[in-house]
DNA sequence: TGTCTACTAGACAAACCTGTCTGTATGCCG
DNA sequence: CGGCATACAGACAGGTTTGTCTAGTAGACA
């Protein structure tokens, strides 16, 4: 079938059968979610052998954990293709984002939420990866708007992620079709009355 | 082990049986998600037989839509039990359910996003049954904010939607502590800023 | 008493799941 | 060339899944 050469996972340093394991469970777990899909299915358009697979994880919940971290890498590595901006752009940079991931093709929502779905008991590995991907975004966010010169980045922080979550659930089961529109909006109406006080 | 005569579900119209699975599922389906839950296992703690359950449900699907539509039901009862009030402190109101509902032993964040997670397919029968219910709370926030006076209560209803769906996220993963106090000031302050304009 | 209905108990099929195992092939390094 | 690491292919175990099927039981009603 095709060679296995893109990774995007590559980093020069973990095995290429590694990456493709891992690459192929970001593509299968995010479209279809965690539970749906099976191992085999798995190693099967990775081209991987079960051995390998299992050499490399553990378990599958170790894989799970793995792909969080990898989809928290990769919305990290989208942040970072914003560049330098002013704190205010930046923020709203950021939850342009949004509007981007959900005009893609396949979008199905935030991944973590999804995967905190599929997870109950919070004290999971999978659940704690995606609690440290929430506090490093949520922490983002305070110091971007304490740059921004807000007086209280804490709570602010705590309002942005609450508008965050909603807008991604909304671009996802609801797609409004002004979304951009309602995201800049939200934005900025928090990020006022949030100031002036 | 226990006797089933009390059937959340009951509406002295439909079989004990048929009641006793579906309670089951809505207890078990919310704890520990829809595809970590088996027919058997529900069939056993319900106490009733395989050929009962296909007997009432087709398909493990159909239960679960009838899981969502009897979660659909049991927030409009909640509703309901808030009684008569201005539009406002009905709108409040509303939202402070989120809080009560937080602060309960079992609470897994919304039944509605976590189901929505495991069924990728937007045109499923479940998703349906999920889009339904999202409609409706939209248009019962639509007409208590026409009826506030509000002069963009489709607007509003889009903002406070947003802001729903953000709470019972931030009140399920991230747990604050300030929640009621969060979920009060949220509200009033889309409620002001999109009353006076 | 007989019959009808609703239910229970549980075997069964066929597919799927995770995880372990054996054996083989390939390429690299010395 | 020998030796080693890496990966492949696939059988296998033990358990789970959904859904169908047969057989038997308990209660209501005439």
Same mark, same amino acid.
């Given at each position: 079938?095709?060679?296995?050469?893109?990774?995007?996972?590559?980093?020069?340093?973990?095995?290429?059968?590694?990456?493709?394991?891992?690459?192929?469970?970001?593509?299968?777990?995010?479209?279809?979610?965690?539970?749906?899909?099976?191992?085999?299915?798995?190693?099967?358009?990775?081209?991987?052998?079960?051995?390998?697979?299992?050499?490399?994880?553990?378990?599958?919940?170790?894989?799970?954990?793995?792909?969080?971290?990898?989809?928290?890498?990769?919305?990290?590595?989208?942040?970072?293709? !914003? *560049?330098?901006?002013?704190?205010?752009?930046?923020? /709203?940079?950021?939850?342009? #984002?949004? &509007? %981007?991931?959900?005009?893609? +093709?396949?979008?199905?929502?935030?991944?973590?939420?999804?995967?905190?779905?599929?997870?109950?008991?919070?004290?999971?590995?999978?659940?704690?990866? !995606? *609690?440290?991907?929430?506090?490093?975004?949520?922490? /983002?966010?305070?110091?971007? #708007?304490? &740059? %921004?010169?807000?007086?209280? +980045?804490?709570?602010?922080?705590?309002?942005?992620?609450?508008?965050?979550?909603?807008?991604?659930?909304?671009?996802?089961?609801?797609?409004?079709?002004?979304?951009?529109?309602?995201?800049?909006?939200?934005? /900025?109406?928090?990020?006022?009355?949030? &100031?002036?006080?």
């Amino acid at each position: 079938m095709a060679d296995h050469t893109a990774d995007i996972t590559d980093n020069g340093l973990e095995s290429s059968a590694r990456n493709r394991v891992l690459d192929t469970a970001t593509k299968l777990f995010y479209a279809e979610g965690v539970h749906a899909v099976g191992v085999d299915r798995i190693i099967a358009e990775a081209g991987v052998a079960k051995a390998t697979f299992y050499k490399y994880f553990q378990a599958k919940d170790t894989l799970v954990r793995a792909y969080v971290q990898n989809q928290s890498r990769l919305g990290r590595a989208a942040i970072d293709r !914003i *560049g330098k901006r002013p704190a205010r752009d930046m923020i /709203l940079a950021i939850f342009d #984002l949004v &509007a %981007d991931a959900a005009a893609q +093709p396949g979008y199905r929502g935030c991944p973590f939420l999804n995967a905190a779905a599929e997870y109950p008991d919070p004290g999971h590995p999978v659940r704690q990866a !995606i *609690g440290e991907h929430r506090r490093w975004k949520h922490d /983002l966010l305070r110091s971007l #708007l304490a &740059a %921004d010169g807000n007086p209280n +980045p804490e709570t602010t922080a705590d309002i942005l992620t609450v508008a965050g979550d909603g807008l991604l659930i909304a671009s996802h089961l609801d797609k409004p079709a002004n979304l951009r529109q309602l995201i800049r909006e939200t934005v /900025l109406k928090i990020l006022e009355t949030s &100031a002036g006080r």
